[in-house]
C-alpha cells in the first residue's frame, strides 16, 4: 500500500474511532435527554392520576348524599352528583388523552376503571331510587365500597408512569411517595367520612363494626400523616410544601375530626334500648362540613407535585444543556482532529513522500539526487541495499517456513490416516474418540462405537490373493463410508475390523445404523480385478456408555465382547452389548 493510501486510511481509522467515542457519548446523552422527557411526560400522568383519584373521592360525598336523602333526592343534591360525575369524567377523559399521546397505553386498566366506575354509579342509582326505608344498612355500606375500589384502579393504570419518572427523575422518587401519601390520606380521609354514610343515613347507630373501622382508619390517617411530615429530603424543607402541611393539620386533622367526633358522639348519646338515634345532621350536611376540611390534604399533593415538577424541569433542563454541550464538545474535537491531519500531512507525511520517490530513484539506477536530500545520498543508497538484502533474505525464510509447514500437514495427514483405505487409523481414532467422549460427559448424553470385521476375510486372502484382501477392503471403507452421516467417525481399527463412532446416541439408534451398515455391506458385489465378483458379510458389535465414569477402553472391551458373540452365533448380524 502506498503511502498517501496508508495516511489516508489510517486518518479514516482515526476519524472513525474519534467518531465511534463521540457518538456514543451524543448517544448516551441523547437517551438521557430523552429518559428526561419521557420522565417529565410520565409526571404529568401521574397528576393527572391523582386528580382522576381526587374526583372520584369527590365524587362520593354527593353520592352519600343522595343514598341518604329521601325519594326522590333534593333536586340540589341531585345536581351537586351530576356536578361531580361531570368532574369525574371530564379529568378521566384527560387522563386518557394523555395516555394516547404515548407509547404504553394501558387501555385494559383504564377499561376496568371505567368498568367499574359505571358499575358504582349504577349501584348507586338504584339504591337512591328506592324508598329509604328499603335502604338497608349492609347496601348502603356495599355501595360505599365500590367507590372505595374505584381510587386505587385509577392510580394503578398509571404505575409504569410512575415508575419511569422516579428512574428518570430519582431524585424526586420520596416527593412523588409523599404526593401518593397524600393522595391516600385523603381517600382515608373520605372513606372516613363515608363510614357514616350508613348511620346517618338510616339514623342508626354506630356499630361495633363500625366503631372499629373508625379507629383503624383514624390509625392509619396518622400513620399517614407522620410519613408526610417526616423530614427526608431538602424538598420537605421548602416553604410553600410546610404551609401546606400545617394548614392540613388545623383544617383537617383537627376540624375534620371534630365533626367525626360529633356523629361518634351523638351515635353513644342515645338510649341503650333502641338502635334509632338522633343526628344534627343528614348525610349532605355531613358532607357540606366534612369535605372543606379535606381540601388542604389535596393542596399538599399539589405543592409536592409542583415540587416534583420543578425539580423534573430542572433536571431537563440540565440534559439539554449536557446534551448541547456533548454536540459542541463532539464538534471541536473534530475539527481539532481535522487540523491536525492537515499539519501530519503538510509537515511529515509530503517530506518522506519525497524521500521515498529518492529512494525509488536510486533503486532503478537513478543516481540524480534531488535537491532537498542530497546530503543524504549516501546513507539512503546503503539503507536501500540492506533492505534488498534483508528482502531477499526473508523471502527466502518465507518460502523455507512454507515448505516446512507443508511437509508437517502431509506427515500428520499420513501419521492419521490410513495407508490403503484412506480413512482414520486407530490412533488418529483413539484420539478422536476421547475427544467425542468428553464432550458426551459434559453434555451428560450416551456414546456408542460399533465394531465390525469382514466375516471370513483369511479365505478371501488364501483364496483370491492379498491383492484382493486388499481390493474388499477398499471397498468395504467406501460401502461403509458412504452410508455414514457427516459427523459419524469411521476407522480401520486393525486387519479386516473397522469402527464406527456415530453421533451421540443411544444403544436402539446405533443398533440400527450397524444394521443398516450390515445390510449395505451384504448388498454390495464387489469386482475384483480378474472380473470375478465376490460378496462379503460382516459381523457387528455394539456398545453404548454414559455417565462421568465411561472410558473408551471400556467401551471397545464391550463392543468387542459383543462382536464375539454376533461371530459365535452365525456371523453377518448385529450383537449389543448386554
Same mark, same amino acid.
Given at each position: 500500500?502506498?503511502?498517501?493510501?496508508?495516511?489516508?486510511?489510517?486518518?479514516?481509522?482515526?476519524?472513525?474511532?474519534?467518531?465511534?467515542?463521540?457518538?456514543?457519548?451524543?448517544?448516551?446523552?441523547?437517551?438521557?435527554?430523552?429518559?428526561?422527557?419521557?420522565?417529565?411526560?410520565?409526571?404529568?400522568?401521574?397528576?393527572?392520576?391523582?386528580?382522576?383519584?381526587?374526583?372520584?373521592?369527590?365524587?362520593?360525598?354527593?353520592?352519600?348524599?343522595?343514598?341518604?336523602?329521601?325519594?326522590?333526592?333534593?333536586?340540589?343534591?341531585?345536581?351537586?352528583?351530576?356536578?361531580?360525575?361531570?368532574?369525574?369524567?371530564?379529568?378521566?377523559?384527560?387522563?386518557?388523552?394523555?395516555?394516547?399521546?404515548?407509547?404504553?397505553?394501558?387501555?385494559?386498566?383504564?377499561?376496568?376503571?371505567?368498568?367499574?366506575?359505571?358499575?358504582?354509579?349504577?349501584?348507586?342509582?338504584?339504591?337512591?331510587?328506592?324508598?329509604?326505608?328499603?335502604?338497608?344498612?349492609?347496601?348502603?355500606?356495599?355501595?360505599?365500597? %365500590?367507590?372505595?375500589?374505584?381510587?386505587?384502579?385509577?392510580?394503578?393504570?398509571?404505575?409504569?408512569?410512575?415508575?419511569?419518572?422516579?428512574?428518570?427523575?430519582?431524585?424526586?422518587?420520596?416527593?412523588?411517595?409523599?404526593?401518593?401519601?397524600?393522595?391516600?390520606?385523603?381517600?382515608?380521609?373520605?372513606?372516613?367520612?363515608?363510614?357514616?354514610?350508613?348511620?346517618?343515613?338510616?339514623?342508626?347507630?354506630?356499630?361495633?363494626?363500625?366503631?372499629?373501622?373508625?379507629?383503624?382508619?383514624?390509625?392509619?390517617?396518622?400513620?399517614?400523616?407522620?410519613?408526610?411530615?417526616?423530614?427526608?429530603?431538602?424538598?420537605?424543607?421548602?416553604?410553600?410544601?410546610?404551609?401546606?402541611?400545617?394548614?392540613?393539620?388545623?383544617?383537617?386533622?383537627?376540624?375534620?375530626?371534630?365533626?367525626?367526633?360529633?356523629?361518634?358522639?351523638?351515635?353513644?348519646?342515645?338510649?341503650?334500648?333502641?338502635?334509632?338515634?338522633?343526628?344534627?345532621?343528614?348525610?349532605?350536611?355531613?358532607?357540606?362540613?366534612?369535605?372543606?376540611?379535606?381540601?388542604?390534604?389535596?393542596?399538599?399533593?399539589?405543592?409536592?407535585?409542583?415540587?416534583?415538577?420543578?425539580?423534573?424541569?430542572?433536571?431537563?433542563?440540565?440534559?439539554?444543556?449536557?446534551?448541547?454541550?456533548?454536540?459542541?464538545?463532539?464538534?471541536?474535537?473534530?475539527?481539532?482532529?481535522?487540523?491536525?491531519?492537515?499539519?501530519?500531512?503538510?509537515?511529515?507525511?509530503?517530506?518522506?513522500?519525497?524521500?521515498?520517490?529518492?529512494?525509488?530513484?536510486?533503486?532503478?539506477?537513478?543516481?540524480?539526487?534531488?535537491?532537498?536530500?542530497?546530503?543524504?545520498?549516501?546513507?539512503?543508497?546503503?539503507?536501500?541495499?540492506?533492505?534488498?538484502?534483508?528482502?531477499?533474505?526473508?523471502?527466502?525464510?518465507?518460502?523455507?517456513?512454507?515448505?516446512?509447514?507443508?511437509?508437517?500437514?502431509?506427515?500428520?495427514?499420513?501419521?492419521?490416516?490410513?495407508?490403503?483405505?484412506?480413512?482414520?487409523?486407530?490412533?488418529?481414532?483413539?484420539?478422536?474418540?476421547?475427544?467425542?467422549? %468428553?464432550?458426551?460427559?459434559?453434555?451428560?448424553?450416551?456414546?456408542?462405537?460399533?465394531?465390525?470385521?469382514?466375516?471370513?476375510?483369511?479365505?478371501?486372502?488364501?483364496?483370491?490373493?492379498?491383492?484382493?484382501?486388499?481390493?474388499?477392503?477398499?471397498?468395504?471403507?467406501?460401502?461403509? %463410508?458412504?452410508?455414514? %452421516?457427516?459427523?459419524?467417525?469411521?476407522?480401520?481399527?486393525?486387519?479386516?475390523?473397522?469402527?464406527?463412532?456415530?453421533?451421540?446416541?443411544?444403544?436402539?439408534?446405533?443398533?440400527?445404523?450397524?444394521?443398516?451398515?450390515?445390510?449395505?455391506?451384504?448388498?454390495?458385489?464387489?469386482?475384483?480385478?480378474?472380473?470375478?465378483?465376490?460378496?462379503?458379510?460382516?459381523?457387528?458389535?455394539?456398545?453404548?456408555?454414559?455417565?462421568?465414569?465411561?472410558?473408551?477402553?471400556?467401551?471397545?472391551?464391550?463392543?468387542?465382547?459383543?462382536?464375539?458373540?454376533?461371530?459365535?452365533?452365525?456371523?453377518?448380524?448385529?450383537?449389543?452389548?448386554?
Amino acid at each position: 500500500m502506498r503511502l498517501t493510501r496508508l495516511f489516508t486510511l489510517i486518518s479514516a481509522i482515526l476519524a472513525l474511532l474519534v467518531c465511534g467515542v463521540q457518538g456514543r457519548s451524543l448517544w448516551a446523552e441523547w437517551r438521557q435527554y430523552q429518559a428526561a422527557e419521557q420522565g417529565l411526560q410520565a409526571l404529568q400522568l401521574v397528576s393527572a392520576s391523582m386528580r382522576v383519584a381526587e374526583k372520584l373521592s369527590v365524587e362520593r360525598g354527593p353520592s352519600n348524599a343522595v343514598m341518604g336523602d329521601g325519594h326522590p333526592a333534593a333536586p340540589a343534591k341531585q345536581e351537586r352528583l351530576r356536578t361531580a360525575r361531570n368532574d369525574t369524567n371530564a379529568v378521566l377523559r384527560q387522563l386518557q388523552q394523555q395516555l394516547s399521546h404515548g407509547n404504553t397505553v394501558p387501555a385494559h386498566q383504564l377499561a376496568g376503571l371505567e368498568l367499574a366506575l359505571r358499575e358504582a354509579r349504577r349501584n348507586v342509582d338504584q339504591l337512591a331510587a328506592q324508598p329509604p326505608s328499603s335502604r338497608t344498612p349492609a347496601q348502603l355500606d356495599a355501595a360505599v365500597e %365500590r367507590m372505595y375500589a374505584l381510587v386505587p384502579l385509577a392510580l394503578d393504570a398509571v404505575t409504569e408512569a410512575t415508575r419511569a419518572s422516579e428512574q428518570a427523575y430519582p431524585r424526586i422518587t420520596r416527593v412523588l411517595v409523599k404526593a401518593r401519601l397524600a393522595v391516600e390520606l385523603r381517600e382515608y380521609a373520605g372513606r372516613l367520612g363515608s363510614t357514616l354514610t350508613a348511620p346517618l343515613a338510616t339514623a342508626q347507630a354506630l356499630g361495633s363494626a363500625q366503631q372499629q373501622r373508625l379507629q383503624f382508619l383514624r390509625g392509619r390517617l396518622e400513620q399517614l400523616r407522620q410519613l408526610i411530615k417526616m423530614a427526608n429530603n431538602d424538598a420537605d424543607q421548602a416553604v410553600h410544601i410546610q404551609a401546606a402541611v400545617a394548614r392540613m393539620d388545623s383544617d383537617y386533622f383537627e376540624a375534620g375530626q371534630r365533626i367525626i367526633s360529633e356523629v361518634e358522639q351523638a351515635s353513644s348519646n342515645g338510649p341503650r334500648d333502641s338502635m334509632a338515634r338522633h343526628y344534627s345532621m343528614d348525610t349532605a350536611q355531613f358532607a357540606q362540613r366534612y369535605v372543606p376540611t379535606m381540601t388542604p390534604i389535596l393542596a399538599v399533593r399539589d405543592a409536592l407535585l409542583q415540587e416534583a415538577e420543578h425539580q423534573a424541569q430542572a433536571e431537563f433542563a440540565r440534559a439539554r444543556h449536557e446534551l448541547s454541550w456533548a454536540m459542541l464538545n463532539g464538534a471541536a474535537i473534530l475539527l481539532v482532529l481535522v487540523t491536525l491531519l492537515v499539519i501530519v500531512r503538510v509537515r511529515v507525511v509530503a517530506p518522506l513522500l519525497r524521500a521515498t520517490r529518492a529512494v525509488v530513484r536510486l533503486g532503478n539506477g537513478d543516481y540524480t539526487p534531488p535537491s532537498r536530500i542530497s546530503r543524504r545520498r549516501d546513507e539512503i543508497g546503503d539503507m536501500l541495499r540492506a533492505l534488498a538484502t534483508l528482502r531477499e533474505n526473508s523471502m527466502e525464510r518465507q518460502r523455507l517456513e512454507q515448505e516446512r509447514a507443508r511437509l508437517i500437514e502431509e506427515l500428520k495427514i499420513r501419521a492419521d490416516t490410513d495407508y490403503l483405505t484412506g480413512i482414520l487409523n486407530r490412533r488418529a481414532f483413539a484420539t478422536a474418540g476421547n475427544l467425542r467422549l %468428553r464432550g458426551a460427559r459434559e453434555k451428560d448424553e450416551s456414546l456408542a462405537v460399533i465394531l465390525f470385521d469382514i466375516d471370513h476375510f483369511k479365505s478371501v486372502n488364501d483364496c483370491y490373493g492379498h491383492d484382493a484382501g486388499d481390493q474388499v477392503l477398499i471397498r468395504i471403507a467406501e460401502v461403509v %463410508r458412504s452410508t455414514l %452421516r457427516d459427523g459419524e467417525i469411521l476407522a480401520r481399527y486393525g486387519g479386516e475390523e473397522f469402527v464406527v463412532m456415530p453421533s451421540f446416541c443411544g444403544l436402539e439408534a446405533a443398533r440400527a445404523l450397524a444394521e443398516r451398515l450390515r445390510v449395505a455391506i451384504e448388498q454390495e458385489p464387489l469386482t475384483l480385478s480378474d472380473g470375478y465378483i465376490l460378496r462379503v458379510t460382516a459381523s457387528f458389535g455394539v456398545a453404548v456408555a454414559h455417565g462421568p465414569h465411561a472410558a473408551l477402553d471400556d467401551l471397545f472391551h464391550s463392543a468387542d465382547l459383543a462382536l464375539y458373540r454376533a461371530k459365535s452365533q452365525g456371523r453377518n448380524r448385529v450383537e449389543a452389548q448386554l
